[in-house]
């Protein structure tokens, strides 16, 4: 198991920054708030969606 903080993101539950740690699992990974035990199922996505809450996000990427 590993387990790391991710920079920046904010609780949906308790309103905590810094609060988020992203738990990798053999193949599931899931969102946990150290601060009020709140969890979120990352499976249905992507392991860069949550990179996105900390990054800017280009939506029209820029034509030749
Ligand atoms: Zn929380």
Redesign the pocket.
Known sequence: MKRQFIAGAT?P????QD?IQRVIEDDRQWME?V????SKDLDAKPPEATDALARPVTLLPPKK
């Open positions: 609780c539950e308790c309103g905590q609060k708030c601060s009020c035990g709140a």
